[in-house]
């Protein structure tokens, strides 16, 4: 393998991506014709930019397409394989799923929930996770799922904002061998919150918890329901969920999905991009916390009756081959994971994947961030032996699912390391600049979506002002993700970073992303960040961090080699000014690392939101490192 492998695998009925392009209104029809509708919509898409809402008319219901679709075709088809972090095992078939979602949702029924109310649910990565948002979604309640490692503040943040009515909690979580008691987290997260009216708590890890007039136990409530419940017949625009984002550029905002655009978005884009067949043995990373998990591990993967594992816990715990422990065991056939975590893998060496049997690996998929070629071609050769292709999926909770992916069997076309390729068929992109004018292919540019598609959100919950600023007035009638990005001349796209992160220096714009995979392009490192601050003379100048792969001893001659590396790899006018060796980047609970707080420490700034922040611990090494910097610097 050089630079290019070609994806031939695929059982796609669509052939080649102008079937979509000619009219993708109409394409996206066909697509939706493939759920189940208990009314067919009258109107395929009413665009009143920037609202859009998709398949006007028709009548639909998530759970009923993820649960009852399946069991009349396969009802004793494992759902769920799931794992605990001691090793404790549980399955679920799709007949046993939709019963326990059927008893939850007759629960919620009984605790006055109704159709359009908020659902907050609080849980760590079990069973009843996915439970909970199907239950929601079979009697029309919105769900707005708070990853479990979120703090009490985090939390009343989102309930306030959502006036949730419920929330669904558990005793506790297992995380690298604690028991966070989740359930004193919530207590405390609403102790002035009114109008909550009910805590439906699941007993899981046994610990000790206080229970109040307003909480319900889960297995005395949900026990005693009855185990049928029809799913309500649904509007196709009405609510699925609020989800917040991850915070990587600010306070995280409340995205708003509608239910029949998302869920043919979802259910056509897991078909393509995983080329899902009956036997796979899927497996995706991510927190249902995230919107990747409400994708794709909720929606998708159980529209398609797919087997998937579960798993709650660190990938890295207790051993650091936990992951790879997981795919031999079960046998995964596709791996759908961040680069965050590959870069995590790739510190650890090659000996931890190369001892576990990874043979049954077929396709190997990520996102969430740029993935560095480096750590493209090792998921490549150490991970998927040579035989696997590498699907990078660029999108984001507003777009409800990929945008930017190859897809396995459409005009095999060869993958580049480091690009997700080109849209997924009925969706068009461009690339611009600031006055709005396409740029020529390999230039620079800002990522724009073209039309409306079917995942698309909503608006933000409660904020049509806010949903139209952020997205739609940098252009007009063209959605602005925020992301830099290159169009090469075969069409691929590049990603290159946020646009806020761009950095100009010198007359020249780059990208986070080129610079931060020309430092994980040397071996000596796992990991890097970029910012850059104003400079007097070159507009700004290039701060960067640097972590090191286990066992390199960070030097002053190991500084300089860096900067001579960048200088060779993308140019003299690319090298860093500063250059801080760190033994952790700042990122959000999902794994992104977050510039805008390295900026604003460098700048001497206030750093903002940071309810999303994973670990407080990487704010002081950073603020030590900029000290230390400045010591060496007032020396000279
Ligand atoms: P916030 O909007 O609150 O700052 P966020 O943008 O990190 O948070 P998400 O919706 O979780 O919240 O992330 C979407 C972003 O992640 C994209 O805009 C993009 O910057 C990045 N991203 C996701 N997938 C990819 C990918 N495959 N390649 C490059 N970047 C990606
Ligand atoms: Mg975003």
């Not at 969430?368 to 150490?382: H, T």
Request: proline share 5%; with cysteine; net charge neutral.
């Amino acid at each position: 393998m050089d630079s290019t492998f070609e994806i031939g695998l695929g059982n796609n009925d669509i052939k080649t991506r102008s079937d979509a392009s000619q009219d993708s209104i109409k394409f996206w029809e066909g697509q939706a014709a493939k759920l189940y509708w208990f009314e067919k919509w009258h109107t395929a898409l009413e665009w009143s930019p920037p609202f859009a809402r998709w398949f006007v008319g028709g009548k639909i219901n998530a759970s009923y397409n993820a649960l009852d679709v399946i069991v009349k075709k396969s009802p004793n088809k494992k759902a769920i394989i799931w794992e605990g972090e001691d090793g404790t095992k549980r399955e679920l078939t799709y007949q046993e799923l939709l019963s326990e979602v059927s008893k939850l949702a007759n629960a919620l029924k009984s605790l006055g929930v109704k159709k359009g109310d908020r659902v907050t649910v609080y849980l760590p990565m079990v069973p009843e996770l996915i439970m909970s948002l199907l239950a929601c979604a079979r009697i029309g309640a919105i769900h707005t799922v708070i990853f479990s490692g979120f703090s009490a503040k985090s939390i009343r943040d989102r309930v306030e904002d959502s006036k949730s009515k419920v929330i669904i909690t558990s005793d506790g979580g297992t995380r690298r061998g604690n028991v966070i008691s989740l359930k004193d987290i919530v207590d405390e997260a609403i102790s002035d919150l009114d109008f909550v009216e009910h805590v439906l708590v699941l007993e899981h890890t046994k610990n000790n918890i206080i229970i109040t007039k307003r909480d319900k136990k889960w297995h005395e409530l949900v026990a005693s329901m009855s185990s049928t419940c029809d799913a309500e017949s649904l509007d196709s625009t009405h609510p699925l969920y609020i989800l917040y984002t991850s915070g990587t550029t600010g306070k995280p905002k409340g995205v708003l999905h509608g239910t029949g655009g998302y869920l043919t978005h979802v259910f056509s884009t897991f078909k393509w991009i995983f080329d899902i067949q009956d036997s796979d043995i899927y497996f995706c990373t991510a927190d249902i916390g995230w919107v990747t998990g409400h994708s794709y591990i909720v929606y998708g993967p159980l529209m398609h009756g797919t087997t998937q594992i579960m798993y709650e816990g660190a990938l890295d715990y207790p051993t650091p081959a936990k992951l790879w422990e997981i795919i031999s065991r079960y046998k995964v056939t596709i791996l759908y994971t961040t680069p965050t975590a590959l870069r995590m893998f790739m510190k650890f060496g090659d000996e931890l994947p190369n001892s576990n049997d990874l043979s049954s690996l077929r396709l190997l998929g990520t996102v969430g961030e740029p993935i560095n070629p480096q750590v493209w071609k090792w998921y490549f050769k150490i991970i998927g032996k040579e035989k696997c292709p590498i699907i990078d999926t660029w999108w984001q909770t507003e777009t409800g699912g990929a945008l930017i992916s190859p897809v396995p069997g459409l005009e095999t076309i060869p993958l580049k390391p480091g690009s997700a390729t080109r849209p997924v068929p009925g969706v068009t992109l461009s690339v611009i600049d600031e006055h709005g004018k396409e740029v020529p292919p390999d230039s620079k540019g800002f990522l724009v979506v073209t039309n409306p598609w079917p995942g698309m959100l909503l608006t933000l919950w409660g904020d049509d002002e806010k949903y139209k600023t952020v997205y739609w007035s940098k252009y007009k009638n063209m959605y602005y993700p925020g992301d830099y990005a290159i169009k090469d001349k075969d069409g691929y796209i590049w990603m290159l970073g946020r646009a806020d992160d761009v950095l100009k220096v010198a007359g020249h714009r780059l990208g986070t992303a080129e610079l931060e995979s020309a430092f994980v392009s040397n071996k000596a490192v796992a990991e890097a960040a970029v910012c850059g601050i104003p400079h007097e003379v070159k507009g700004e100048s290039i701060i960067s961090f640097v972590v090191l792969k286990e066992g390199v001893v960070p030097t002053i001659q190991l500084k300089e080699e860096l900067i001579n590396h960048i200088k060779k790899t993308i140019g003299p006018i690319a090298a860093p000014d500063q250059l801080c060796f760190v033994k952790k980047l700042p990122k959000t609970r999902s794994g992104k690392i977050m510039r805008r707080l390295l900026k604003a420490m460098a700048k001497n700034e206030l750093i903002g939101d940071i309810s999303t922040l994973e670990d407080e611990a990487s704010v002081d090494e950073i603020k030590t490192a900029l000290d230390e910097l400045q010591q060496t610097l007032d020396k000279l």
